[in-house]
C-alpha cells in the first residue's frame, strides 16, 4: 500500500529543492546585473536586501547569510556610503563567480593555492593584504585587528607583501576572476622565492582570536 503522506512529503522537498535552486541562480543573476556597469548605489542595496529576504533568508546557507548580514549593517543607517558601496560591489562580483551544485546552492574555494601548512602568523611590521569577501566583516575591520597587533597594510600584491589573507567566500574559478589576479600574482611572486604566505581566512581568524 502505498504511504500517501511519505510520498506527499517525498514531493514537497523535491519541489522544495527546485525553488531554492531556482531562487540561488536568480541571485547570482541579480549579483551580475546590478555589478554590470561597475557601480552599486543605495537603491539596488535595498532592492537586493528585500529580495533576499522575501526569497532566500529561509536558507541555511552561510554565504547568503553573509550577504545578508553585510547588507543590514550596510543599510542600518539607511546611508549606503561609498565605502560600503565599494565593498558590496566587490561582494557581489564574487557571488557572479561561484559555482552551483545540485545539493547545495554555493560552494567555498576548494582549488586555492594555500600554504600547507599554514604558517603561524607574526604581526609586528608585517604586511597583510586581503582578498575575496570576509566572512568576519567589512575589510576595514578585518585591517583594523592586523594594525592593532603591529601589523602594516599592503595597498597591493608586491615582493613586500609576507601574508596574503583570502577570504571565506570564494570560489574555484579564482583564476579567471578579478577576485583571483592577487592570488596569481602572491603565487608567481611565491613560486620565484618570496617568503610571501597564502592562507586562508580561517587560519587568520585563529591567529587573531586563539
Excluded at 525553488?19 to 542595496?45: C, F, H, P, V
Aim: glycine fraction near 6%; proline fraction near 4%.
Amino acid at each position: 500500500m502505498v504511504d500517501l503522506h511519505q510520498e506527499f512529503q517525498n514531493s514537497r522537498c523535491f519541489h522544495e529543492a527546485r525553488i531554492d535552486r531556482r531562487s540561488a541562480d536568480a541571485l547570482i543573476g541579480l549579483a551580475a546585473g546590478i555589478t554590470a556597469d561597475g557601480t552599486i548605489n543605495q537603491a539596488e542595496a535595498e532592492f537586493l536586501k528585500r529580495w533576499i529576504e522575501t526569497n532566500l533568508n529561509h536558507l541555511a546557507d552561510p554565504v547568503v547569510n553573509i550577504l545578508y548580514r553585510r547588507l543590514a549593517d550596510m543599510l542600518s543607517d539607511n546611508v549606503l556610503d561609498a565605502d560600503e558601496a565599494a565593498e558590496l560591489l566587490d561582494m557581489l562580483r564574487q557571488f557572479t563567480g561561484l559555482e552551483l551544485s545540485k545539493s547545495h546552492p554555493f560552494q567555498a574555494p576548494t582549488t586555492l593555492p594555500i600554504d600547507q601548512p599554514a604558517p603561524s602568523l607574526l604581526w609586528d611590521s608585517r604586511l597583510f593584504l586581503f582578498t575575496g569577501v570576509m566572512a568576519y566583516g567589512p575589510r576595514k575591520d578585518c585591517e583594523a585587528l592586523v594594525t592593532e597587533r603591529g601589523g602594516l597594510i599592503a595597498p597591493s600584491v608586491s615582493k613586500k607583501v609576507h601574508y596574503l589573507v583570502v577570504g571565506s567566500i570564494g570560489n574555484d574559478q579564482w583564476l579567471h576572476s578579478s577576485y583571483g589576479t592577487k592570488i596569481k600574482k602572491a603565487v608567481e611572486l611565491r613560486e620565484s622565492g618570496i617568503p610571501l604566505a597564502i592562507v586562508t581566512e580561517e587560519h587568520w581568524q585563529k591567529s587573531i582570536f586563539g
